[in-house]
DNA sequence: GCGTCCAGGTCTACC
DNA sequence: GGTAGACCTGGACGC
């Protein structure tokens, strides 16, 4: 089965599949040779199903729907609606793209359409991914990811796993999480965050749509244990405020290369650099660093 | 093959 | 408010 997805003009599909690294963490999966992007989905009512998104068009997406033909209107709704929040393709880009034309350095960024930044279905997936992240190599990073997918995903075709539940996390031990998801140290914050989302003491689905200016609603994603000043300056960006620039160690790097000749700074001078752009001011430091990749169909 | 060191963010305790 | 040390893992390096 087939779906159509109407895209914003300027929408670029794999320029957003490769914005940043969740294309390469499962659900997600690229297959470059047919430039699609793949990843096993949960609807409601316990269905789930693997889909397969490819831009044969300017104007819309595809969404193969692998064995999908009994999905009813409301379920292929659902599927629509997924895509469209993964891709940000009902977020208003058009103040940052003029913005961006003002500055010469950052004229190339609406030309190629690039600065929709990839996200999961739930802000729960992202936040784990994000935790995820500290503290560690990529190549960490996947092996948690993909034990998280394989061990307490469902398991939807062969070898393609859902992301787990809150309620899933929620029910292992911090053992568990320790040894066999790899998540080492961070398991106590991934428990907390799954009990919690389980237990519904908080509602991180609704920072999506959350009204809070966006230094509390920093706050409120600080107040996650695990969640530092770099993971929740780029949960916020996956929340679309970009006020903060989620600076690491691999973005200080290319900062310190692209406008200091290699030269180390503090944190600080990094963020005075990017103060110019204001609110928008996260993405652009994004765009900055990873300005390299555009130059590529595959990046990584 | 084994041991040691280091990098990578965040938390907690302490000043 | 700022800082030091602990947390855990994988990779690099030396032996």
């Not at 075709?157 to 309620?167: A, L, M, N, V």
């Not at 389980?198 to 969640?227: C, M, Q």
Request: hydrophobic share 40%.
């Amino acid at each position: 089965m087939k779906l159509l997805v109407d895209v914003p003009s300027g929408f670029n599909f794999l320029r957003t599949v490769y914005s940043h690294g969740w294309c390469s963490l499962p659900p997600f999966h690229v297959e470059k040779a047919s430039s699609q992007l793949q990843r096993v989905i949960e609807l409601s009512g316990g269905k789930s199903a693997v889909i397969r998104i490819c831009q044969p068009a300017r104007t819309r997406l595809a969404v193969e729907v692998a064995g999908g033909s009994a999905l009813g209107a409301a379920k292929r709704r659902e599927i629509v609606s997924q895509v469209r929040s993964c891709f940000r393709l009902d977020e208003d880009y058009s103040e940052f793209y003029r913005a961006a034309k003002s500055y010469p350095a950052f004229r190339w960024v609406p030309k190629i359409g690039a600065g929709r930044l990839l996200r999961a279905p739930t802000v729960f997936e992202d936040v784990v991914k994000m935790i995820c992240t500290t503290n560690c190599s990529w190549a960490l990073t996947e092996v948690m990811v993909v034990n998280l997918c394989k061990k307490l995903g469902v398991e939807v075709d062969e070898g393609k796993f859902t992301f787990p539940r809150p309620e899933t996390i929620a029910e292992n031990t911090e053992k568990f999480l320790r040894k066999e998801i790899r998540a080492g140290y961070r398991a106590p914050y991934l428990l907390e965050l799954s009990r919690r989302l389980a237990r519904n003491d908080f509602d991180a689905e609704s920072w999506r749509h959350s009204d809070l200016p966006t230094n509390e609603l920093y706050d409120l994603v600080r107040s996650v244990k695990g969640i530092g000043p770099y993971a929740a300056g780029n949960i916020l960006k996956l929340l679309g405020r970009y006020d903060y620039l989620g600076i690491d160690s691999w973005c200080r790097k290319q900062f310190f290369e692209i406008h200091k000749n290699g030269r180390r700074t503090s944190d600080r001078v990094i963020e005075n650099f990017y103060e110019r752009y204001g609110e928008w001011k996260g993405l652009f430091f994004w765009m900055d660093v990873t300005k390299d990749w555009y130059a590529r169909e595959f990046p990584f």
